[in-house]
C-alpha cells in the first residue's frame, strides 16, 4: 500500500470513529433548564443557592475575560444515576460541585461528569451548581495555533459560549470501542502497514467494523472491542522499554493568570484526579508543589481531606519535595535549601514523614545549577527528574538516567523523561517517541511517562489511562504500567544497583544541567530580580538577628518565607508572567522586605544617630561609610557582627578630576563617551583593551517566547549608540571621588553612570540610572579585556562553575548566555579582572570580553514590561591574576553585603567562628532551632573549591554541636567540643549549635 493509499485508509477510520463511534458514546436524556449569575467574589456552593439567576438559553455569550459566575442546571432525575452524566459546556473553565465539595472540572478536554450525590434523592428533579471562569488553559489570550475563530472570540467582550447542557447516558463499552479504535488507527499511523505490527492491527480494525453495526452501535460495541483487544493485547516485542505512567496535572502557580486564578484551576483539575481515581482502579497521580496543597486545603478544606484520604492511600503522591517548582538560575542556595524545607515540613506535617521527601521532580525549570546536586543531597535528596531538557535548542543531552555530581562529590541520582512532554496523553506517537529516545541513551530500559492535560487543561483523562491499559503489551510500543512515581525511583535506583553490582558503566554529568533556550529569563522584568535578593538578604540578616531575642518575644518569619518561595515560581521570578502577576509578585517582594526589614531595623537601632556599623557578611569589611555631614573610612568590621564606628584615616587618598579616579589600588581614566579607556589595578597591568563598561543595544525579536528568550546570533544585529556624553566630576574627596556621566541610549532613553571609587576599596563601583523606554531592545553592557584565558570563572549559587571563553563546540556555541551570582572573572598569570553585580544574573564571555545583560523590553506577555525607571550597580575588581589568590569569591560577597551604619555601639555577634585552611567559607545562614529550643542552626558553605574547618568559639559557652542534614532535621554525628569541623570543597555544612549565653 503506498503512502497516498495509507492517508486515505486512515482519513476514512477517523471519519467512521468521529460520525458513526462518538456520537453513540452518549444518548442524551434530557435538556437542562438554565440559569445564571455573575459574580466579583468567592462563593461556596450552599450561598451560590442563594443568588439572583436569570434563565439563560444555549448560545448564552458572557464575559468579560477573567469575569466569574455561577450557572444553575434543572432537570428530571434519570431513572438509572450510576449510568447518568450531565454534559455541559460554558467554552471556559467550570467547576461542577457536590454541595460545597468540588466534584469536577469542565473544560476544554472534558464536557461530562458523573452525577453528584447532593444533586439526588430530591423527588423527581436534579439542581446542580457549576462555578465558571471566563478563561481556558493558558489564560484569556489566543495564540497563533489557533483558529480565526477563537482569536475573534477572546478578542470579544463575551468570549464565553454556551454551548451544551443536558442529561445524558454514558455507554461505557462504546465508550472502550472509541477508547480503542482511535489507538488502533493513531499505531497504524505510526508503524504503517509496512510493518508486523501495522497488519496485524489494520486486520483488527477491519474486523471490528464487520462486527459492528451502524444502526446499533451500542448493542454491537463488545463485539468491536474484542476484536480490537486480540490485536492491541497480543504482546509487546521483545525488548521493549518498560514505561511507568503517572497522572499528573503540571499547574503554573502563575504564568498567564494569578495566583489567585491558579487556586481555582487547583480545584478544578484535583476534583477531576479524585473522580477518576473512583472509577479507575490501579491509576495514581503525582503532584508536586506544597503551596497548592495549601491552598487547596484554604479554600476547600471538604477536597483537601478527601486528597488526604487518597495520600494515605498511596494512589496520591506528594512527589517533588519542594514549596513550588522554582526557578533555579536566579534564587540563591539558601533560598533552594528553604524550597525543600518548607515543602518537606508541609508534607510531614499534614501527611507523614514519608510523603514525597526523597525526590526533587522538577519537570518545567529553565535550566539547573552544577551545585544542585549537593543542595539536594544536603537535604536529604536522592532523585532527580525533570523533562526540560528536552526542549534544548541545540544539543541533545547524551542519558536519560545517570548521577549527577555535585562539586562536593555527592551525588542524585538523575532522570530526564525521554517522552519530552510533561502533559502526555499516551498516544502511540507519543510513547514510540519516549522509548526511542530512552533506548538511545542506555543503561537503564525503564523511564517515567507523566501524563495528563495542564495548567487549567484539567489533568489525566479517562482516555489517557485507558491509551495506558491498552499499551500495557502492545506489540510495537514499550510496556507501559500503570503505577506511582514512588516506584519508578525504586525501581530505577534497583537499576543503578544491579548494574553496578554486574560492574556495568552508569553515566555520570559534572557540571549545570544548561538549558538551551530561555537564556532571556536570567534578565526580563528586572525590579523582580532585584526585590527578590533584597528579600533573601533581608530575611538572612533578620534570622541572624533572631537568635539574639528570646523565643517567646521572636517574630516568625514562616510566612514572609513563604511569599518569598511562592515568588520564585519560574515563571514569576523569570519574568515570563502576564503583567498582574510580575505587579502583585513586586507587591509582595517589598512587603517581604518590610516585614523582615522590621525585625532587622530594631535589633539594629536603625533610624538613630549612626554609633556603629553592621557587616552582614562572612569575611571582615571595610568601607567608606556616609555619616550625613561626612565621610568615614571603617576598616575590617567584624564579620556577621555589629562593630562600634571607629574611623580610620586612609593610606592613600583618592585623586580625583572630571575624567579619572584613583585610590593606589584602583586607577581609572574615562574617554569622551564616559567609558573606560583605561584600567589598572595594583599590579599596573592594563586590563582594558578597548574601552570598558561600553554600552551595546541590540534589536530584540526572539523565534518565539518573547519575554523567555534571547536568540542565537542577537548580535548580529546591533543598533549604533550616539556617542556623545555628559562627563562631570560630582565629588572629590579624600575618601571618595565619583565621576558621573550622562547620555542617551536607543530612541527615547537615558542612562546615567557614576563612577565611584572609595579610599582602600579595591573596587570601582559603576551605579546606573536607567530611564528605560524602549520597546522589543535588549541592552548590555561589554568589558573588552587584555586577558586572554580558555575559562572564565562565574559564580553560583554555593560556589563557582567553569565557563569555555571559546565557541569550538555545539556545546560551548549554545552558551552564549548563561545564569551567574555575585561575579564573572577572567584571569592569567600576574593580571586578571572580576565583575561584580549582586543582581545581574545573564553574562557572556567570549574569548577576552565579559558582558553582561541588563536590560530588555519584551512585548508578550507582559507589554509594559521594564519600562520605566531602574537602578543598577556593578563592580570592577582588578587583580594580580588567581582569582582564588586574590579572593574574588569573597570580594563578591562583600560588594554584595556592603558593611553599613547602624544605631548599635555596642558588639552584637549572633556566633563566633572562624574559618581555617586554604578555602573561603561563608555563613549562608544562621537561625534559631524550632526544633530544639536554646540551639541555633548554622549553615557554612565552601564556596571556591578549598578545603579547610570552622571552628565556633561562642558567644557565650558552647555546650554542644551537632552535624545534621540542610534541614536540621537528621542528625549526622556530635561534633567534640573545642575540635573544629573539617569542611571539604564544595560542601554545605549545616550545624546545631547549643548556646548559653
Not at 473544560?107 to 436534579?126: K, T, Y
Not at 558588639?907 to 586554604?918: F, M, V
Not at 542552626?937 to 579547610?948: D, M, T
Not at 536540621?968 to 573539617?982: N, Q
Request: hydrophobic residues 40%.
Amino acid at each position: 500500500m503506498t503512502d497516498r493509499e495509507l492517508t486515505f485508509l486512515l482519513q476514512k477510520y477517523e471519519t467512521f470513529e468521529r460520525e458513526v463511534i462518538s456520537p453513540a458514546v452518549h444518548t442524551r436524556i434530557a435538556p437542562l433548564d438554565i440559569a445564571w449569575c455573575p459574580v466579583d467574589r468567592d462563593l461556596r456552593a450552599s450561598e451560590a443557592a442563594d443568588l439572583d439567576f436569570v434563565p439563560v438559553e444555549l448560545g448564552f455569550r458572557w464575559g468579560p475575560a477573567w469575569a466569574r459566575g455561577w450557572f444553575r442546571l434543572r432537570g428530571p432525575e434519570p431513572e438509572n444515576p450510576k449510568t447518568a452524566v450531565v454534559r455541559f459546556d460554558a467554552g471556559t473553565e467550570a467547576l461542577l460541585f457536590d454541595g460545597d465539595t468540588p466534584w469536577q472540572g469542565l473544560d476544554a478536554n472534558r464536557d461530562s461528569a458523573s452525577l453528584p450525590p447532593s444533586a439526588l434523592n430530591h423527588g423527581d428533579q436534579i439542581e446542580l451548581f457549576v462555578e465558571s471562569e471566563c478563561m481556558h488553559p493558558w489564560g484569556v489570550r489566543a495564540f497563533s495555533w489557533d483558529t480565526s475563530e477563537t482569536h475573534k472570540r477572546w478578542a470579544s467582550n463575551d468570549p464565553g459560549h454556551l454551548t451544551l447542557a443536558e442529561l445524558a447516558t454514558r455507554h461505557h463499552d462504546v465508550w472502550r470501542l472509541e477508547c480503542a479504535f482511535r489507538f488502533a488507527r493513531q499505531l497504524i499511523a505510526e508503524l504503517g502497514l509496512g510493518s508486523t505490527t501495522g497488519r496485524l492491527v489494520q486486520r483488527a480494525i477491519e474486523r471490528c467494523l464487520r462486527v459492528l453495526d451502524d444502526r446499533d452501535v451500542i448493542g454491537t460495541a463488545e463485539a468491536g472491542v474484542s476484536e480490537l483487544s486480540k490485536a492491541l493485547t497480543s504482546g509487546a516485542n521483545a525488548g521493549a522499554s518498560e514505561a511507568i505512567a503517572v497522572g499528573h496535572a503540571h499547574i503554573d502557580t502563575a504564568w498567564l493568570w494569578t495566583l489567585d486564578h491558579t487556586r481555582r484551576k487547583c480545584q478544578r483539575s484535583w476534583a477531576n484526579v479524585l473522580r477518576l481515581m473512583d472509577w479507575h482502579d490501579g491509576f495514581s497521580f503525582l503532584c508536586s508543589q506544597a503551596v497548592q496543597y495549601a491552598m487547596i486545603e484554604a479554600d476547600a478544606p471538604e477536597q483537601f481531606t478527601e486528597i488526604a484520604a487518597k495520600v494515605a492511600e498511596g494512589r496520591w503522591e506528594p512527589f517533588g519535595s519542594m514549596w513550588v517548582e522554582p526557578d533555579c538560575n536566579i534564587p540563591s542556595g539558601e533560598s533552594l535549601i528553604r524550597q525543600i524545607a518548607h515543602g518537606r515540613a508541609y508534607w510531614s506535617d499534614r501527611f507523614g514523614d514519608g510523603a514525597g521527601h526523597g525526590v526533587a521532580f522538577l519537570p518545567d525549570s529553565f535550566g539547573f545549577p552544577a551545585t544542585l546536586p549537593t543542595i539536594l543531597a544536603a537535604c536529604g535528596v536522592h532523585t532527580f527528574i525533570t523533562n526540560k531538557l528536552s526542549w534544548n535548542q541545540t544539543n541533545t543531552m547524551p542519558h536519560t538516567s545517570f548521577d549527577w555530581i555535585g562539586p562536593d562529590g555527592s551525588s542524585v541520582l538523575a532522570h530526564l523523561t525521554p517522552g519530552g512532554d510533561y502533559n502526555a496523553t499516551n498516544t502511540p506517537k507519543e510513547l514510540i517517541k519516549g522509548e526511542r529516545v530512552g533506548l538511545s541513551a542506555p543503561p537503564a530500559n525503564r523511564w517515567l511517562q507523566p501524563f495528563g492535560f495542564g495548567d487549567g487543561g484539567g489533568g489525566p483523562t479517562d482516555q489517557q489511562i485507558e491509551n495506558a491499559r491498552l499499551a500495557s503489551d502492545c506489540p510495537g510500543l514499550p510496556r507501559v504500567k500503570l503505577s506511582t512515581g514512588t516506584a519508578f525511583v525504586e525501581a530505577l535506583r534497583q537499576d543503578r544497583g544491579d548494574a553496578k553490582q554486574r560492574g556495568e558503566p552508569w553515566p555520570t554529568w559534572n557540571g549545570d544541567l544548561y538549558l538551551e533556550l530561555h537564556r532571556g529569563t536570567f534578565t526580563t522584568q528586572r525590579c523582580l530580580k532585584q526585590l527578590n535578593f533584597a528579600a533573601e538578604e533581608t530575611l538572612r540578616e533578620a534570622e541572624m538577628l533572631s537568635c539574639l531575642v528570646p523565643a517567646g518575644e521572636r517574630v516568625s518569619l514562616d510566612a514572609p518565607w513563604k511569599t518569598l518561595l511562592t515568588n520564585q515560581f519560574h515563571d514569576i521570578l523569570p519574568g515570563s508572567s502576564i503583567a498582574e502577576v510580575n505587579e502583585q509578585a513586586c507587591d509582595e517582594l517589598e512587603r517581604v522586605c518590610e516585614e523582615a526589614g522590621t525585625i532587622v531595623d530594631e535589633q539594629l537601632a536603625q533610624g538613630e544617630a549612626p554609633d556603629g556599623v553592621w557587616n552582614p557578611a562572612s569575611t571582615p569589611g571595610s568601607a567608606v561609610v556616609d555619616l550625613g555631614d561626612r565621610l568615614v573610612l571603617v576598616r575590617d568590621a567584624d564579620p556577621v557582627a555589629v562593630s562600634p564606628l571607629k574611623p580610620a584615616t586612609p593610606a592613600q587618598p583618592v585623586t580625583a578630576t572630571p575624567a579619572s579616579l584613583d585610590n593606589g589600588s584602583v586607577r581609572i581614566e574615562l574617554d569622551e563617551t564616559g567609558e573606560i579607556a583605561s584600567l589598572r589595578g595594583a599590579s599596573g597591568g592594563e586590563i582594558a583593551r578597548s574601552p570598558l563598561h561600553r554600552y551595546r543595544l541590540f534589536r530584540d525579536y526572539p523565534h518565539m517566547w518573547d519575554a523567555w528568550e534571547i536568540d542565537p546570533g542577537y548580535e548580529l544585529d546591533e543598533i549604533g549608540l550616539d556617542p556623545s556624553a555628559d562627563i562631570e566630576l560630582i565629588q572629590s574627596d579624600p575618601l571618595r571621588g565619583v565621576i558621573e556621566a550622562r547620555r542617551a541610549i536607543g530612541e527615547s532613553s537615558r542612562i546615567t553612570t557614576r563612577y565611584t571609587l572609595d579610599a582602600e576599596s579595591p573596587v570601582l563601583r559603576i551605579e546606573m540610572e536607567i530611564n528605560w523606554q524602549e520597546s522589543r531592545r535588549l541592552l548590555r553592557v561589554d568589558y573588552s579585556t587584555t586577558i586572554a584565558s580558555t575559562a572564565a570563572i562565574a559564580g553560583t549559587q554555593f560556589g563557582f562553575i567553569e565557563r569555555s571563553t571559546s565557541r569550538n563546540t555545539s556545546w560551548e556555541r549554545a552558551r552564549f548566555e548563561f545564569p551567574a551570582h555575585r561575579f564573572v572573572s577572567l584571569g592569567r598569570p600576574g593580571l586578571g579582572v572580576a565583575l561584580l553585580a549582586a543582581d545581574i544574573h545573564g553574562w557572556s564571555c567570549r574569548d577576552s570580553t565579559i558582558g553582561a545583560s541588563l536590560l530588555r523590553s519584551p512585548a508578550h506577555p507582559d507589554p509594559t514590561s521594564d519600562r520605566g525607571s531602574h537602578k543598577l550597580t556593578m563592580g570592577v575588581y582588578p587583580f594580580a591574576g588567581d582569582w582564588r589568590a586574590a579572593s574574588v569569591s569573597e570580594v563578591a560577597e562583600r560588594f554584595a553585603r556592603p558593611v553599613r551604619t547602624v544605631g548599635k555601639a555596642e558588639p552584637i555577634r549572633a556566633l563566633d567562628w572562624q574559618a581555617e585552611g586554604d578555602s573561603h567559607v561563608e555563613l549562608s545562614a544562621l537561625m534559631p532551632d524550632e526544633r530544639h529550643p536554646g540551639s541555633v542552626l548554622a549553615r557554612f558553605v565552601e564556596v571556591a573549591g578549598g578545603s579547610g574547618s570552622v571552628r565556633l568559639t561562642g558567644p557565650g559557652t558552647v555546650r554542644s554541636i551537632t552535624r545534621t542534614d540542610a534541614l536540621g532535621r537528621e542528625d549526622r554525628g556530635e561534633i567534640d567540643l573545642g575540635d573544629a569541623v573539617s569542611i571539604g570543597p564544595g560542601e554545605i555544612l549545616t550545624l546545631r549549635v547549643r548556646l548559653d549565653r
